[in-house]
């Protein structure tokens, strides 16, 4: 399996790929890799080129440009609005948000969140949400957004271009999956945008605030979910029922 | 919220539960109960108790005697069998498998495996799927297996009363949820076994067997999950996919 590495678009000069001393590492001391070994090099937004290393070992000579096919291309948005769960959590939200495509992350301050988080965590996020997007092969890596309040947030991102759900548990609402499988068809892939609340669950105001937004109110069934755990399950939803229209 | 513990059925005694030292640390210093305080005593098999702490602060006196409610109670199995990931990523497919419902965990070690597990690890799953549902408020603790070869446990597992599916990733397979939504119904809610694959997939081989066995070869779709993300996305897709019937 040819490895793939993401670029600052600044790297690129005509056919050469500057490289710098973290991908130098990952490229010569992880992967091992020689002069002539080729590897993908993708500046994140959904550009990607088969690059060769050079004969220096400090930079890669492209040697052409992949041409996404169709479908991946004009993936519709799917987002993630979550309510920041406490220590390290929510690294790992955006590591297997990632996997599952994930497009943008908006990690909130709710009314129950005990978090208040310290500003070198974005970076820390971005470099998780870069790794894993290499790891699973996509093209794009999410973007992720400074930590806002959460009624700040949904009154930005209300789009009226996606499907909105707010997940909420101990509901009669109905199921997040019945929903998707509802909505979304072949002749309207609208983006998504879920919100996932934090230990304890979103409280009555917040919900009433997301209903005035334009969300809906889902559930993700009887199982109580950890902050951690949820967004990855509401997710695998979203996903499985977009590739049952493919 | 009444909080849980799971106790040993030896610890139940006419009405009175004697409480050991990890159960009265957990008690006393994280939840700060006091005499008289009510939580709920389960045996990880189903049966639970409303019990009151006794003013020695040792014991615990049965309240009563909590019955479930039919559909939780007679909920089919929902068995995983998944490859052992390296490191220490087990801990985290048990602790999410746990909350999104599963009953019965077997790690497997398979053709591209990289881990020979040692003998202790059982113990450690076995009380982090405790105590994840305690959190998740599950009654019945899913049975971990000690580790075994992949083709040894299909082989025994292959149930009668089973929808059984292999995750397979970069395939023309069905999707896993299409599947489950098809093989599911009110009339025909059996168990569901899930076997996911290691980093780097099943063999060729493997699949095989697998197929030989009765198993149904499912994809998770184009998305490329890490070995401790696939069974909770799968997991996931069943567990909603039974909730839309109910």
Not at 30 to 36: D, E, F, I, P, T
Not at 55 to 80: C, F, H, N, S, Y
Not at 178 to 189: A, G, Y
Request: a negative charge.
């Amino acid at each position: 399996m040819v490895q793939r590495i993401t670029i600052d678009p600044q790297q690129c000069e005509g056919l050469v790929v500057a490289l710098k001393a973290d991908q130098l590492h990952y490229l010569l001391r992880v992967l091992r890799l020689k002069a002539g070994d080729r590897f993908i090099a993708q500046d994140g937004q959904g550009q990607q080129w088969l690059v060769a290393l050079s004969d220096q070992l400090d930079q890669a000579q492209i040697v052409e440009q992949i041409v996404q096919t169709g479908d991946a291309a004009k993936e519709p948005p799917l987002r993630l609005i979550a309510a920041l769960p406490k220590g390290n959590g929510f690294d790992q939200v955006v590591r297997q948000s990632t996997e599952l495509g994930v497009t943008h992350i908006y990690p909130v301050m709710s009314d129950r969140s005990l978090l208040q988080p310290s500003s070198h965590k974005l970076a820390r996020w971005q470099r998780i949400a870069q790794e894993a997007a290499e790891q699973s092969e996509r093209i794009s890596v999410p973007e992720i957004f400074a930590p806002t309040d959460f009624r700040a947030c949904i009154a930005q991102i209300t789009l009226k271009t996606d499907f909105c759900y707010l997940c909420a548990a101990r509901t009669e609402s109905p199921h997040l999956l019945k929903q998707v499988l509802t909505d979304l068809t072949s002749e309207n892939l609208r983006g998504v945008t879920l919100a996932i609340g934090p230990e304890g669950g979103w409280t009555s105001d917040e919900i009433t605030v997301a209903l005035k937004c334009g969300y809906e109110v889902v559930s993700l069934g009887s199982v109580i979910l950890r902050a951690v755990t949820a967004p990855v399950a509401a997710l695998s939803l979203v996903t499985a029922a977009r590739e049952l229209l493919i």
